[in-house]
């Protein structure tokens, strides 16, 4: 094996890297948890600016998914905020696949150059994890399409441009066949956003659909394939945009404090977080594995379960070891004083929660690893 | 230069001649019989056939010249069969040693993984009931010790040939000063740690195949959602396991002042990732054993299934090293420097 990156990749490395340092400083780092938006423009703008978005989004330019880990590890292990990126890079990349001419000459444009984010509703109150079993529904009506009904989670509505919907548009078809995936301003008539406050600060919302009137033009795929392009979605994902290195922060964060108040010379501080920085390495070579499978023209699918089960329960050790070592320090939030790690060992103890649920749970992953990589009957 | 995280071809090929020597000669069987001492000679000597002992040493020394990637590939499959013969322990003191007879594998090393106490007695000795040399540290130096072997040592958990041996008694070779053993002990855990990830790999398919056969309430127990998130997380240990062992194995064989900065998750010194590997993986095999020994039921805890072996040696290769404390605080120290004081 080889772990060694090449030089275009290290170059590409040292410019993100070099952009980081200008772009993620303090403030912005800071202005996530006051906003509640995972998402810095002047950050996108500058990446767009310089050709990175475009040369990183699969399918486009050079696509290399090798870069395409190194560029958000990066971004994660910096702590920036890069949720709204990885979702717009990931739904550009759909959008090159199944899209017509017409919505790659639309759409892509503006998500590449920086400026426009995307949303995701798919998730509803009712339906998360089963999916497939959505409500919203979208009827034909002569040329145009009428969508009523509402989603949960929408994260980043009230920011985005672009709003990626799954829908219901036969009832008659089994569950995963009737569905039709639409792509749509967010400024169209008929949406509204409400917001859904977190433990984690990030501010997502409900959305509401009420006569939304679109053309086919917002047909995103197939009609009725709406699964598809859910799965193709997925497949860009590739657990290769961030979401398995969030422990490396906070470990630089608690370090810190640790060590200016005389408490890191513990052993058991110490072996613990030896062992955490095990965990990170361990994550970061999983995640790397499913960049290689994509860069050998290989779909990680479930590599990239694999990963996020690994990665999100080794995130999870951390910040339940750090903030417990911190003790009263650990309660304290940022910009109090003596608040331990900045106020990043209390932060991440309200964050990592939400980390084995959103994007597919736990639960969901392993019956994925059990079923299609042990070949276990399924259990359901 | 580019990352590839697949085997190499020759690997490939390395990897299918041993795992089908060890499952045609090494069935588990064979370490069944050699126990308690674990140790068969007869297969010692089929695997000389097959060149393994000198496979790591230089070509100009009569060795095969292998890197320690592929060194990591031989370790797993010895761990996967668990078979009773000491070639972890060998394959690691023939880093430094070149006697033709090592090479040749007519004689077998040791590795005293512990320094020697005040008497000069290296304790509990992994491969020590069965070697003919061995190697490690007495006071400052590095020694290497020729000896006749006491072919038997304390009944242990991994049925293991343990035993102490006399770092002052035999024909006694000072090799150099004790850093030098360092680069022993980093191949010696360097290749456990692919043992336990072979071993952890073997405990996985004995409990998936063995759910997927016994039924209850008139159905397969591997269809019940706790059997198998129990054992969906063994894939994910070991081939976490696996990364991080050839990264290990790569940065040795490759990389010179390597970057210890866990700050920012960039770890490439190899003796940390030997250490972290072996970590990893020691965790990752007694996992492994523990869930599918469970999930065998009652039959797991019986002598006559395969799988208690497969336990019982996940521990001994492990903590013979010492308490996982102190492997751990050795690497602490590693990443952050000592404590002061
Ligand atoms: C902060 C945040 C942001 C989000 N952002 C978005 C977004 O932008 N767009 C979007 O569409 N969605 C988003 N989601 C929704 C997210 O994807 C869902 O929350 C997730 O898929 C789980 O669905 P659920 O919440 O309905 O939980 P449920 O599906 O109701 O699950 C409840 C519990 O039951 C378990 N469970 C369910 N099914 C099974 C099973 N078959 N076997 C075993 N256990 C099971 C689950 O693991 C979980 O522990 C977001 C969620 C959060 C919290």
Redesign the interface.
């Known amino acids: 094996?080889?772990?060694?990156?090449?030089?275009d990749?290290v170059e590409f490395r040292d410019e993100i890297r070099s952009i980081i340092r200008e772009f993620v400083t303090p403030e912005i780092a800071d202005r996530m948890h006051t906003t509640g938006v995972f998402d810095a423009p002047e950050l996108n703008l500058e990446l767009g600016r310089r050709g990175i978005l475009e040369r990183a989004c699969p399918g486009l330019a050079k696509g290399d998914p090798?870069e395409m880990y190194v560029m958000f590890n990066e971004l994660e292990?910096a702590g920036a905020p890069y949720d709204g990126l990885a979702v717009a890079l990931m739904i550009a990349a759909v959008v090159n696949k199944l899209g017509t001419d017409e919505q790659k000459e639309r759409i892509i444009p503006s998500i590449i150059s920086g400026e426009a984010l995307v949303c995701m509703g798919y998730s509803e109150a009712d339906f998360g994890s089963d999916l497939a079993s959505i409500k919203t529904r979208a009827i034909k009506d002569g040329d145009e399409w009428v969508i009523n009904g509402s989603k949960m989670w929408t994260t980043l509505a009230q920011v985005a441009e672009w709003l990626i919907l799954l829908t219901r548009t036969d009832l008659d078809l089994p569950k995963h066949k009737g569905l039709t995936m639409f792509m749509l301003p967010m400024n169209t008539p008929g949406i509204t956003v409400e917001p859904v406050h977190t433990l984690g600060t990030e501010i997502t919302n409900a959305t509401w659909y009420d006569d939304v009137r679109v053309g086919d033009e917002a047909v995103l795929g197939d009609e009725n394939g709406g699964w598809r392009t859910m799965t193709t979605v997925l497949a860009f994902e590739r657990g290769v945009m961030g979401g398995t290195?969030a422990g490396?922060p906070l470990?630089?964060h608690f370090?810190e404090w640790a060590v200016a108040n005389g408490v890191?010379?513990e052993?058991t501080t110490?072996?613990r977080?030896?062992?955490s920085?095990?965990d990170?390495?361990?994550?970061?070579?999983?995640t790397?594995?499913s960049?290689?499978i994509a860069?050998?023209g290989g779909m990680p699918g479930l590599?990239g379960s694999?990963?996020k089960?690994?990665a999100v329960e080794a995130y999870q050790r951390a910040s339940g070891w750090t903030q417990a070592t911190a003790g009263p320090a650990g309660l304290l939030q940022f910009h109090e004083e003596g608040a331990a790690g900045e106020g990043f060992v209390e932060y991440d103890a309200r964050h990592s929660p939400v980390m084995s649920i959103y994007g597919g749970t736990t639960?969901i992953?392993?019956?994925n690893?059990?079923?299609r990589?042990?070949?276990?009957?399924?259990?359901? | 230069m580019s990352v590839d995280l697949g085997l190499s071809p020759d690997q490939e090929s390395i990897a299918e001649l041993f795992n089908g020597f060890f499952s045609n000669e090494a069935p588990p069987a064979v370490a069944r019989a050699a126990e308690p001492l674990g140790f068969d000679r007869e297969l010692w000597n089929k695997v000389i056939e097959l060149g393994a002992p000198g496979m790591g040493c230089a070509v100009e020394n009569g060795g095969g010249g292998a890197s320690l990637g592929d060194l990591v590939v031989v370790a797993e499959t010895v761990g996967r069969s668990i078979a009773p013969i000491p070639l972890i322990d060998h394959l690691a003191a023939l880093s430094v040693l070149t006697d033709a007879d090592l090479v040749a594998g007519e004689a077998i090393a040791a590795v005293a993984v512990r320094p020697a106490d005040a008497n000069g007695i290296w304790s509990l000795v992994p491969a020590g009931a069965v070697a003919d040399v061995v190697i490690g540290v007495d006071g400052d130096e590095t020694i290497v010790i020729r000896s006749a072997p006491p072919m038997s040592g304390p009944r242990n958990h991994g049925s293991m040939p343990l035993a102490d041996r006399s770092a002052r008694e035999g024909t006694r070779t000072i090799l150099g000063p004790a850093s030098l053993f360092e680069v022993v002990l980093d191949r010696w855990k360097l290749l456990t740690a692919a043992a336990l990830v072979g071993i952890a790999e073997t405990a996985k398919e004995l409990g998936v195949a063995y759910v997927k056969e016994r039924e209850q309430f008139g159905v397969p127990v591997g269809s019940f959602q706790a059997v198998q998130h129990g054992l969906a997380d063994l894939p994910v240990a070991i081939d976490g396991g696996r990364l991080l062992t050839h990264k290990a194995a790569w940065a040795l064989d490759n990389v010179t002042d390597g970057l210890i900065d866990w700050a920012n998750n960039e770890i490439t010194d190899g003796p940390t990732l030997a250490t972290m590997a072996f970590l990893f993986a020691a965790d990752g095999a007694i996992m492994a054993t523990d869930r599918s020994l469970h999930y065998h039921g009652g039959y797991g805890f019986a002598e006559e299934y395969d799988i208690q072996m497969y336990y019982r040696r996940a521990r001994g290769w492990s903590l013979i090293l010492g308490d996982s404390t102190s492997v751990g605080l050795s690497l602490a120290d590693r990443l952050f420097g000592t404590v002061e004081g």
């Open positions: 094996m080889d772990f060694a990156l090449s030089s990749v090798i292990k290195n490396v470990l630089r370090h890191f010379n052993p110490r072996e977080m030896a062992r920085i095990i990170m390495q361990v994550a970061t070579l999983l790397m594995r960049a290689w860069a050998s590599e694999m990963t089960v690994f639960e992953n392993r019956n690893i059990a079923e990589h042990l070949g276990l009957p399924k259990s359901r």
